[in-house]
């Protein structure tokens, strides 16, 4: 896991998460993500770290590819079938959102969050009762 600020975006943390993930655990895997992280220069980035992954593409960018006609290019590789699975993340972040701490971040530091987080996690993964 890695904290953000709450402004911060998402998509810049892609990078150095996969790059942390790596350094654990160098089996291949492969990105599953929401159209929030298709853009273009996430999609190179993924490229350049050899990270196979499926992001649908935006209706915007579809549609900014089909003006163009043939020197549009092709459309990124998406293979839906596998993309079906991306649910059982959303479900995670659901179950976390539970803790309204976590939901609210009620708290003033980051490593007090952190903790609150990781014990959310934790007690999820575990499925203890509270």
């Known amino acids: 896991m ?3 600020k709450g402004q911060a975006g998402d998509n ?3 990078e150095p998460l996969i790059r942390q993930h790596r350094e654990r655990d160098r ?3 492969r990105l599953l993500a929401d159209k929030a992280y298709s853009h ?3 999609r ?3 490229r350049r770290l050899q990270s196979p992954h ?3 593409e935006r209706s915007d960018q579809i549609a900014r590819r089909n003006a163009k006609g043939r020197a549009g ?3 990124p590789a998406f293979d839906a079938d ?3 699975h991306r649910n059982t993340t959303e479900r995670a972040f659901g179950r976390l959102k539970q803790w309204r701490g976590i939901a609210t971040r009620y708290d003033k530091y980051a490593i007090t969050y952190l903790g609150g987080v990781i014990l959310a996690t934790i007690v999820a993964n575990h499925r203890i009762q509270i």
């Open 2 to 4: 890695l904290l953000t």
């Open 44 to 46: 190179r980035r993924l």
């Open 12 to 14: 810049p943390m892609l």
């Open 40 to 42: 273009p220069s996430t």
């Open 73 to 75: 290019g092709r459309p």
């Open 82 to 84: 596998l993309y079906r």
């Open 54 to 56: 499926t992001i649908p």
């Open 27 to 29: 089996r291949p895997f």
